[in-house]
């Protein structure tokens, strides 16, 4: 696992993850900024008071919080519903470099395919955590509980996104759900680095990227 995540990291200069990482980053981004606007906008004009209070007189501080609040609990899985639109490209970098035989081999999923697996991942990490925010609210009293809590929900919806994202070039929809029943442990392995990489500032800019790396390498190394 230490010898692909650092595989994974110096291949981050290659031309091709770096115009990858900087693009998805932007829509990311820019999903995030539209939907702080769009919040922005609603308490700006919201009529609801009650008595001399109204939610416009704060939609300046409000859209901040709901923004920082979203950026913290969605960002994951907008993040990785991205990656998973634009995924091949970098899988296809890693399987140029280390993998020659699978990459001539591979078959790319195609748009459409690409975006259901985008926005599959992105519901899905929306879901599992969803699920998990009555666990979140009542381990708040342990300071560290929501975090460890998050970490290990993500790890296992990231693990399984990331090495969809690889498989999806060399096997077709149908035969998926057994690769997926086979590799559990080690999905969940991948998962948890990306989960891990994500709660670091700065670091989960790189998550998704290293996550989809990461990923490509387990996968053939398996395969071999």
Known sequence: MLSAFFLSLRQLRDPAILRMWLGSLAVTLLLFAGAGYGVYRWLATAEACVGTWCLRDLSGAGALVVELAALWF????????????????????????????????????????????GLGSAGRLLLYNLLALPFYILLIVTGVGPLVLAVAVNAVALGRDLWEMVAARHMASA?????????????????????????VPVANLLAPILGAALATHRYHRRRR
């Open 175 to 199: 035969a998926l759900k057994g690769e997926l029943a086979e590799t559990r442990g080690l999905r969940i392995g991948v998962g948890l680095v990306a989960a891990l990489l994500f709660v």
């Open 74 to 117: 969605l960002f994951p899985a907008v993040a990785i519903g991205v990656m998973g639109v634009f995924a091949d490209s970098v899988v296809a970098a890693v399987e140029r470099r280390h993998y020659q035989d699978a990459a001539a081999r591979a078959v790319a999923p195609g748009w459409g395919r690409s975006l259901a697996m």
